[in-house]
């Protein structure tokens, strides 16, 4: 079975930084990607980063570009979210999600972590 693990959430004052980990377990592929989602109150789920393991290529979401950092580790099964210069509009569940491929939308993630929550306060 495929599963997904979160850790690293929690509350933070704006400004302030979280690392946010996920270790994904029973994905035999090699043409993985792992992407960050976040689904605040009011809004619709959306992508902030991901990584695709084989190349280590990554996108970012434009509201996260210059202070979110996705990255691996040697192993290619544990993936980081650095994020840096929190805001309030960053609070919301974060979920990690595994696609087979360069994954484009929310559609081609096939396997979901639990979510861990982030809140940014003023």
């Known amino acids: 079975q495929v599963r997904l693990v979160e850790s690293g959430g929690g509350s933070v004052q704006a400004g302030g930084s979280l690392m946010l980990s996920c270790v994904a377990s029973g994905l035999t592929s090699t043409s993985v990607s792992l992407g960050w989602f976040r689904q605040a109150p009011e809004k619709e789920r959306e992508r902030v980063a991901r990584?695709?393991?084989?190349?280590?290529?990554?996108a970012y979401a434009d509201s996260v570009k210059g202070r979110f950092t996705i990255f691996q580790d040697n192993a290619k099964k544990t993936v980081t979210l650095q994020m840096n210069g929190l805001k309030p509009e960053d609070t919301g569940v974060y979920y990690c999600?595994?696609?087979?491929?360069?994954?484009?939308?929310?559609?081609?993630?096939?396997?979901w972590g639990q979510g861990t929550q982030v809140t940014v306060s003023s």
């Open positions: 999600a595994a696609a087979i491929g360069i994954a484009s939308t929310s559609a081609d993630y096939r396997y």
């Open positions: 990584i695709y393991m084989r190349t280590g290529s990554t």
